[in-house]
C-alpha cells in the first residue's frame, strides 16, 4: 500500500517539499505519496489528526506551526527538545514522535557539501531566533573552535548561550563587540535576508578563505552575500543544500534509506549573481 506524507504550512506557494521528496521516493524504489497541505492558521491540530487519521504516516512542518508542532509531539528528540521546534512528525498509532533537522541538514550541507569542516574552526552564526537555535546543538556537536551568536538584541544571543553552555564552548556578543574579530565560517540565520536588510555586520568579520552562509533560499545575492563577496569571502552559499539535506534526513528516519542529495541541489541550484 502506498504510504502517504505531507508538508504542512501556511503560506505553502512555492514549498519545493513534494517535489524533493517525491525524487527521493523515485530514485530509492520507495511507494509513497507526499502532498502540501496548507492548513488553516488556526486549524494545525484539526489538520494533523484528519491526517493521521486517513493513513498519513509523517510530516514535515514549516512557517508558522514548528512551535505547534512542539506542542502535540509526545516523543520529542533531544535536538527538537532543544531547538524549541519541530520539523518533522512520525505518526504510530496514538505516538507523534517529533525531531528537528533544520540544524543537521545546515550542518551537513557545510560540511559534506561545501567542503567546510567545522571542528577546530572560528564560527560566527548571526541572529538568535528559532532558525539560530536549531543550529546551536549540531554546531556544538562538531567542536568548533570557537562559536559566537551576534545579535541585534543582545540578551537574546545571551539567553541562548546560557542555555547552551553545557552543550560546548560558545558566547554571545553585540554586533558592535565583532570589532577585531574574523570567522572562518559566517551563517546568517538572521531574518533580515527577507526584507533585503543587512545585519549590521562588519566587513573584518569575514577571514581570508571564509564561507559565508545564507539561511534564506533563492534570494540571490543577499545584502549579507554582497558584503561577504566585496569582503572576499572564498566561497559564498544560500540555503538549497540545508533545504535539501533536512529532508533527506527526514526521510532516511521515516523510510530508513538514505537518498542522494546531489543531483537535488542542483537541480533547485537557482545561481546567486
Ligand atoms: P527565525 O525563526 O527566522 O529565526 P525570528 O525568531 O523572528 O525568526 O528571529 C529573527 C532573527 O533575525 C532575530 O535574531 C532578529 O534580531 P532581534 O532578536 O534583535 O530582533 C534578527 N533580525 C531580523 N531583522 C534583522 C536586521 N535587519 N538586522 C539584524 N538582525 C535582524
Not at 486549524?43 to 506551526?65: D, E, H, I, L
Not at 532543544?82 to 550541507?109: P, T
Amino acid at each position: 500500500m502506498t504510504d502517504r506524507y505531507a508538508v504542512i504550512g501556511n503560506p505553502l506557494g512555492h514549498t519545493k517539499s513534494p517535489l524533493i521528496h517525491g525524487s527521493f521516493a523515485r530514485a530509492t524504489g520507495q511507494d509513497l505519496e507526499y502532498s502540501a497541505i496548507e492548513a488553516p492558521l488556526d486549524g494545525f491540530k484539526a489538520a494533523v489528526n484528519a491526517f493521521r487519521a486517513a493513513g498519513g504516516r509523517g510530516m514535515n512542518v514549516t512557517a508558522p506551526f514548528k512551535l505547534q508542532a512542539f506542542e502535540i509531539a509526545t516523543e520529542l528528540s533531544e535536538r527538537a527538545r532543544l531547538a524549541g521546534a519541530v520539523n518533522a512528525m512520525k505518526f504510530d498509532g496514538e505516538r507523534i514522535a517529533a525531531e528537528n533537522f533544520d540544524g543537521v541538514g545546515l550542518v551537513n550541507d557545510i560540511q559534506r557539501n561545501l567542503g567546510f569542516p567545522l571542528k577546530g574552526r572560528r564560527v560566527l552564526l548571526l541572529g538568535a531566533g528559532g532558525a539560530a537555535r536549531g543550529a546551536l546543538l549540531p554546531f556544538l556537536a562538531q567542536q568548533p573552535a570557537e562559536l559566537v551568536i551576534a545579535n541585534r538584541t543582545s540578551e537574546k544571543a545571551q539567553a541562548l548561550a546560557t542555555q547552551f553552555a553545557s552543550f560546548g564552548t560558545l558566547r554571545a556578543s553585540g554586533y558592535a563587540n565583532l570589532a577585531g574579530h574574523s570567522f572562518d565560517i559566517v551563517v546568517n540565520a538572521t531574518s533580515a535576508s527577507l526584507r533585503g536588510e543587512l545585519p549590521p555586520v562588519r566587513t573584518e568579520v569575514f577571514a581570508r578563505g571564509c564561507l559565508a552562509y545564507e539561511l534564506a533560499y533563492g534570494k540571490g545575492l543577499t545584502p549579507f552575500l554582497r558584503l561577504a563577496q566585496g569582503a572576499g569571502a572564498a566561497h559564498l552559499a544560500d540555503g538549497v543544500g540545508m533545504l535539501v539535506e533536512q529532508a533527506a534526513e527526514a526521510f532516511e528516519w521515516w523510510r530508513g534509506v538514505r537518498p542522494d542529495t546531489r543531483a537535488m541541489i542542483e537541480q533547485l541550484t537557482v545561481p546567486l549573481a
